[in-house]
Nanobody, 130 residues
Framework: QLELVESGGGLVQPGGSLRLTCTTS????????YIWFRQAPAKRREGVSC????????VYADSVKGRFIISRDKTLNAVFLQMNNLRPEDSGVYFC???????????????????????WGQGTQVTVSW
């Protein structure tokens, strides 16, 4: 089974920044939609941001709007999540996933939710704390 690899997490103080990377050496990232979502203890999975195949179409959870930026670089075969002005409530394990072939995420029609994506890896831990 193909699996994406997330990296770039760590411990950062409130107000700090991190840049997460999603990539794989197993295949070329397809020109499809991708998601970053997070999972915190005792909390439901939360879609943080989605980017569709038309790169200029991005979606963000209200909780991260204005602070996080999702992007894609085909030459680097990677999808990124730039996280600025981090808050303690941003802590969690972050995962990236790619568009499912049997259930499509459609910008403006379906939520930016992990149910529409697949092939995420082990995730990368983000901890925002003093």
């Amino acid at each position: 089974q193909l699996e994406l690899v997330e990296s770039g997490g760590g411990l950062v103080q409130p107000g700090g920044s991190l840049r997460l990377t999603c990539t794989t050496s197993e295949f070329t990232l397809e020109d499809v939609a991708y998601i970053w979502f997070r999972q915190a203890p005792a909390k439901r999975r939360e879609g943080v941001s989605c980017i569709d195949r038309l790169v200029d179409k991005t979606v963000y959870a209200d909780s991260v709007k204005g602070r996080f930026i999702i992007s894609r670089d085909k030459t680097l075969n990677a999808v990124f999540l730039q996280m600025n002005n981090l808050r303690p409530e941003d802590s969690g394990v972050y995962f990236c996933g790619r568009q499912r072939t049997d259930r499509y995420w459609i910008p403006d029609r379906t939520p930016c939710d992990p149910d529409f994506f697949q092939d995420w890896g082990q995730g990368t831990q983000v901890t925002v704390s003093w």
